[in-house]
C-alpha cells in the first residue's frame, strides 16, 4: 500500500507539473499574439518570441499526454486481441496481471456454469497442467457431477470471500461463498494460483461444494483436528453433498456446525441460570447437561458451547456460552441466537439479557 501511495503521489505532481507549465505556456501564447497586433510593437521581435515560447511551453503537456493516451489505446487494442485467443480464464490468468479478489469470482463463476451444464471438459480445464493430466481427477470428476445440484450459476449470491497468498514468485488464493437453494445452503470452495513465474502451475487446485451437514464436518476437521483439505494428497474435486447425515449437523447463528442431539432446555431456566450466575462453564455443563455443539476456534483465547432451546415462535432457538480455557464464563461473549447471523440477544456483564422484557 506504501508504494501504491507513491506512485499516486509522484503522479499527482507531475501532474502539477505539467498543467503549471500548459497554463504559462498558454498565458505566453495568447499575449504574445495580442501585441502583435498592438501598434507600439510593430517591428519588435518580442511578441513573436513570446508567443513561440508559449507555443512551445504548451506543445510539452499536450505532447506528454498525447504520447500517453497513445501508449494506453495501443496497449488496450494488443490486450483486447490477444484476449480473443483465450477459451478460459486461466490463460488470461497465464498473460496477465490478476488480483486474487478478481481471479476468485472469475474461477467461481466459470466453475458454476461448467458444473450446471454437466460438461466435465470444461472443469477439467481450469486446473492446473499437471493436474488435468492426473489420472485421479478424472474419477473425481465422475464422482463430484453424480452429486453436484445443479443451478447453483442462476441463483444470486455474494462475491467469494477470499484469503490471498503465495511469495515473490506466486500468489495463490483460496476463497468461498454460500449459495442458498430454498431451504438448504452450499459453500463452494476453491483454491487456485492465479500468478507464477512457472505458468504450468498456474490454474485452480482444489474445488469443494458442501451442503449443510458436509461444510459442518469439514469446519469440524479444520478446527477440531487441524486438518484441511488435502489437496496435494490427491484431493482435487469433490461434492460433499448428502454424504453425511443431515441429522449431525445444524445451521447456528449463521455457522454449519457438527450437532449432538441431547434435547432442548427451556430458555427462562437459561436465563435464571445466567442471571444468578452461579459459576463457571463446567457448572453450567454439570447443571444442563453436554452442549450440542462444542467449538474450539484455534488460536482463540475462548471455547464456544451451544445448547439447543425450545423453539420460540416456531423458530430454532440457541444458547451460546463462552468460556476461556480455565472454564470461567465471559458473560458479555454470551447470547442466545436462531439459525442465521444477526439474530443474537445478548447477555451483559451482570448475566441479564438485554433485550429480555
Known sequence: MAFISLIFAFLFIAAVILGGIGITGLVLLVKGLSKRKDPRYFGSKSPTATAVAGGIMLAIPVAVVGTIAIVIGVSAIKTRIKRLSYTDFTDKWKNERVLPDRADDEALEYFLKAADEGDKEKIRKMFTDQLKDDERLETQLDAFLE?????????????????????????????????????????????????????????????????????????FEKEEHDRDYDWNGGYFIAANVGTVDKST???????????????????????????????????????????????????SPYKSYYWELEPKDGEPQYFHLSADHYDYIDFSLCYICGSEDGSEEWFDDNGELKHEE
Not at 251 to 279: A, T
Open 147 to 219: 452429486r453436484y445440484p445443479k443451478g447453483l450459476s442462476e441463483i444470486e449470491h455474494e462475491s467469494m470471500h477470499c484469503h490471498d497468498g503465495g511469495d515473490s514468485t506466486k500468489t495463490t488464493f483460496s476463497g468461498s461463498v454460500e449459495i442458498k437453494d430454498g431451504d438448504e445452503y452450499y459453500t463452494v470452495r476453491i483454491t487456485a494460483c492465479c500468478q507464477n513465474d512457472d505458468s504450468s502451475q498456474i490454474g485452480v487446485t482444489g474445488i469443494a461444494v458442501n451442503d449443510t451437514a458436509g461444510e459442518a464436518e469439514y469446519l
Open 249 to 299: 449437523a445444524r445451521r447456528i447463528d449463521g455457522v454449519p456446525c457438527v450437532f449432538d442431539d441431547h434435547g432442548s432446555l427451556k430458555r427462562k431456566d437459561v436465563i435464571r441460570w445466567m442471571r444468578e450466575r452461579k459459576g463457571n462453564a463446567w457448572g453450567f455443563r454439570d447443571h444442563f447437561g453436554e452442549p450440542n455443539v462444542n467449538m474450539t476456534t484455534r488460536n
